[in-house]
């Protein structure tokens, strides 16, 4: 059994072996921020690292998941070249190894991979301004906007259905059916929130169906700490955690975003009457990534912009619920409610962000005439 804190000193050596890494190894930490796979930072003589162990269990096609990420790193890179800009923009560089390969399964049978450490810069999960805020946006937004031209049939579903919510509702149901941890007493009244609120699931799901919106390709895990600011001038540098880049919807992007960085309180935290949704916060999202995105959102995207905060509030206040019902087997948790937390603490972000529904849509239309959006393709 592998200890998820821990990158053992065997494997650190055949890693600098095989991804070819000449300069000298330091040492390194562990940081402890995203909820799926283990990284740790490693500093080698004037240079530093990324080395990731990928969550196996939550990614089950590895092969797909790192071609979407060589090809698309690889395509935005070109990209970026071609703007010839001064603005400090970057692209993540995964290591190419001696086989040819983007990831190396190591003797201790798990599968790592390495990528060149974004030096100062900073990724936000607290404590951040609507300025670094509205920095994500545009970051995320030219993100997207590169990846227009990607043709979508190139793209692997490295977790297939990840935002389809109708499907999510259905793992939701079968897992409260199953109750294998036997924790559904203690959380009724979440199972009748999410109940309640079921219409929701087939809201995006039907309109990329019948074609109302399109299928773009999207990033799909878009919150603040995904995103590198550039610690001097508050910029945004480069997009992070590629694993989920996959065919959907804009929407998806958008929400999650608003998901976590509206919330006026850490997605765990305990306290719910610290949980609300910021205004400002939500203003300077949308006008950050509709300045980037003018020429390329549809009327019927823009519609229902403000509506995708609610949405995968939802969906994701239901996965952590999902996973509680389960037995803790999918997000990481540092205590044994902490899913639980999670789940309260989404659910009554939807309440607020349901309340606030009429104002963010007021504020999307009025940031869309500021910018003479009409709607386009
Ligand atoms: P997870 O899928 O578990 O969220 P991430 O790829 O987001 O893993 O990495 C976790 C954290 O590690 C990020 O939030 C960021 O703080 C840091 N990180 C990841 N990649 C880099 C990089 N290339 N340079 C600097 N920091 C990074
Ligand atoms: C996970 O990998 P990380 O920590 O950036 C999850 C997202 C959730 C998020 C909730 C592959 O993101 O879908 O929205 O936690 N990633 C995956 O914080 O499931
Ligand atoms: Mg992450």
Redesign the pocket.
């Known amino acids: 059994m592998i200890d998820r804190q821990v990158l053992q000193p065997e494997i650190i050596s055949e890693l600098i072996d095989n991804f070819g890494i000449k300069e000298k190894y330091n040492g390194h930490i562990r ?1 402890n ?7 740790f ?1 490693v500093c080698c003589h004037n240079k530093n690292y ?1 080395f ?1 162990r990928i ?1 196996t269990s939550v990614f089950k096609n590895i092969d797909g998941l790192i071609k979407n990420i060589a090809d698309v790193t690889a395509y935005i890179r070109d990209k970026i070249n071609a703007e010839n800009s001064d603005e400090r923009n970057e692209v ?1 560089n995964i290591l190419q190894g001696k086989d040819g390969k983007y990831c190396y399964t190591a003797s201790d049978g798990a599968i790592y991979r390495i ?4 030096e100062n ?1 900073i ?1 936000y ?1 607290g404590a951040y301004s609507p300025e670094i805020f509205k920095e994500s946006a545009v970051t995320f937004a030219k993100f997207q906007r590169y990846l227009s031209g990607y043709p979508v049939e190139k793209i692997t579903d490295s977790i297939p259905d990840f935002h389809n919510t109708a499907k999510r509702y259905e793992a939701f149901e079968a897992a409260v059916k199953r109750d294998i941890a036997g924790r559904r007493a203690e959380v009724e009244d979440l199972i009748a929130f999410v109940r309640k609120r079921k219409a929701y699931k087939d809201t995006v799901v039907d309109k990329l169906a019948d074609g109302s919106i399109p299928v773009r390709v999207t990033h799909n ?1 878009t919150k603040l ?2 995103v ?1 600011i550039d610690r001097e001038t508050g910029k945004g540098v ?1 997009v ?2 590629l ?1 989920t880049i996959m065919k959907g919807s804009l929407l998806y992007d958008f929400g999650d975003s608003v998901r976590f960085g509206c919330n006026t309180a850490n997605e765990s935290e305990t306290d719910l009457d610290k949980v609300e949704a910021d205004t400002e916060m939500f203003k300077a999202y949308v006008r950050g990534y509709l300045s980037v995105m003018k020429d390329t959102i549809t009327s019927e995207e823009l519609e229902l912009l403000a509506f995708s905060g609610i949405l995968m509030t939802y969906e994701c206040g239901m996965r952590f619920l999902t996973d509680y019902l389960e037995g803790d087997v999918y997000f ?1 948790v540092d205590e044994p409610l902490q899913n639980l937390h999670r789940a309260r603490n989404q659910f009554k972000l939807v309440e607020d962000l349901e309340k606030k529904l009429k104002l963010f849509n007021r504020i999307v239309a009025d940031t869309a005439r500021d910018l003479s959006i009409g709607g386009g393709k």
């Open positions: 940081l921020v995203g909820h799926i796979n283990d990284t930072k990324i990731q969550n993540l990528y060149d450490f974004i810069a990724s999960s895990d700490n995904n590198m480069c992070i955690d694993d990481r």
